[in-house]
């Protein structure tokens, strides 16, 4: 059973503040990496991809890939109520389509 | 641009009833298409995908199926609602670059 785990949180951090979201994945095999934003009652959005080791930024958004580790976190900076959300990691693992398994998601808040 | 589709936005059915959803995509060809179920509280469960026309795979067995009639359309059905059909479902598409993009779903609810 290939896995993603994040922490269901509920994560709260002040405005301003570095949001850390945290995410683990069982197939080392794994290629491609995601981070969506969900809204309550809402779809999923793409806010993040990152397919090799290290960091990629956009703007207040910073993804990081560690594949020896199996691990990947998103890091919001200068962070905003608006960013409170559910965000989920997903990862398309080998052999599988390009099928998306997604974790259960980490719920922010960021209070004003 | 892409666009995808996907109605009704809320239905509310008995159990033992039909169920229709269906979901299609504007602006590209040959696309990748999935449906997923999202409980109340809980992650994105993948229920069918679809790499082409007639083409349909299932990863978890249940009442539904699904069905791909055109290039750009994908459908959701059951014959008889459960109780435990109940949940967000959602319609995706990908063209294999990067990830999926969803439909804005529809909130099922079998009373």
């Known amino acids: 059973q290939k896995e993603v785990e994040q922490n269901s949180g509920p994560l709260s951090v002040p405005e301003g503040a570095i949001a850390s979201l945290n995410c683990t994945y069982s197939d080392r095999g794994s290629q491609s990496f995601f981070w969506y934003r969900q809204y309550s009652g809402k779809s999923p959005e793409l806010i993040m991809f990152i397919y090799s080791n290290g960091d990629k930024e956009d703007g207040r958004f910073t993804a990081q890939l560690n594949k020896a580790s199996q691990y990947v976190s998103l890091l919001i900076r200068d962070s905003q109520p608006s960013d409170s959300a559910t965000y989920l990691c997903a990862v398309i693992s080998s052999g599988s389509a390009r099928q998306l398994t997604f974790g259960s998601g980490t719920q922010l808040t960021v209070l004003p | ?111």
């Open chain 2, 1 to 111: 641009s892409q666009t995808i589709h996907q109605w009704p936005a809320t239905l509310v059915q008995p159990v033992g009833s039909p169920l229709s959803l269906e979901c299609t995509v504007e602006g590209t060809s040959n696309p990748n298409l999935y449906w997923y179920r999202q409980a109340a509280g809980r992650g994105l469960q993948l229920l069918f995908y679809s790499v082409g026309i007639g083409q349909i795979s299932s990863e978890v067995p249940q009442n539904l199926s699904a069905s791909r009639p055109q290039d750009r359309q994908f459908i959701l059905s059951s014959k008889k609602l459960l109780l435990s059909d109940s949940g967000f479902y959602l319609c995706a598409w990908s063209d294999n670059n990067y990830g999926y993009t969803f439909g804005s779903g529809t909130r099922l609810t079998v009373v």
